[in-house]
């Protein structure tokens, strides 16, 4: 079984300013990896996923990720944030070959300040 | 033209109630899942459908019966409500039941009084 930690519950950041947010999961297995958005009453939005292949993946509104096998991470990147990316941000892993349901993290919440 | 629609966005109902999720999505999609966020942002899968078949269905209370008519839609009955039951519930679905990445509804908001 696989499990997902997000180590920050919340990240203040002012805008323009740079933002990592952390993941970490375990697995016996082969993964797949996702970061998903979801803004206030909404649902959640796919921004990003890592299947195979390039271990840096890039996704919507500027945001990238990179899977680090040995570490077992990863961590989601935005060079410059803006006041619109203030929203909850989960990662999810799936097993490989399993039955795929992903296990989501706890979430982080990224607060763009002005 | 939304992908995945949920009726009703809001719920408010006394406890004992017995309440209908209705869930539906346009992308042409082979499986659909239920998922319920708590208060402190959990999402805990429900239930998985696949082509109208149950595939996944975790250990939650037998109150919850899923009910997929065609492979569009996943309703989601639940009978006598309890206060716990409060939560945001979710419908999503993917491809097929290979996870390539999961198109959500909007949520349900459930309230019990």
């Known amino acids: 079984a696989q499990s997902v930690t997000q180590l920050d519950s919340q990240v203040p950041v002012f805008e323009e300013a740079p933002v990592e947010l952390r993941c970490n999961y375990s697995s016996s297995v082969s993964v797949y990896l996702f970061w998903y958005v979801q803004y206030p009453n909404q649902g959640l939005q796919l921004l990003l996923k890592?299947?195979?292949?390039?271990?840096l993946v890039k996704g919507i509104n500027g945001f990238e990720a990179e899977f680090n096998k040995s570490q077992t991470s990863f961590h989601l990147r935005k060079p410059s944030v803006h006041i619109s990316d203030t929203a909850e941000y989960f990662c999810?892993?799936?097993?490989?070959?399993?039955?795929?349901?992903?296990?989501f993290g706890r979430g982080t919440s990224l607060i763009v300040h002005p | 033209d939304t992908a995945v629609s949920q009726t009703p966005k809001y719920l408010v109902t006394q406890m004992g109630n017995d309440k209908s999720i209705k869930c539906e999505q346009n992308l042409g999609h082979d499986t659909m899942y239920w998922y319920k966020q708590d208060s402190k942002k959990f999402l805990k899968i429900m239930f998985s459908?696949?082509?109208?078949?149950?595939?996944i269905n975790e250990t939650v209370p037998n109150r919850f019966s899923p009910k997929s008519p065609d492979k569009a839609h996943l309703n989601l009955h639940i009978n006598s409500l309890e206060l716990g039951d409060s939560a945001v519930y979710f419908c999503?679905?993917?491809?097929?039941?290979?996870?390539?990445?999961?198109?959500f509804g909007s949520g349900t908001r459930l309230t019990v009084v």
């Open positions: 459908y696949n082509n109208k078949e149950l595939i």
């Open positions: 999503a679905s993917s491809q097929d039941s290979v996870n390539y990445g999961y198109t």
């Open positions: 890592y299947l195979s292949g390039s271990t």
């Open positions: 999810a892993v799936s097993d490989w070959g399993g039955s795929y349901i992903p296990t």
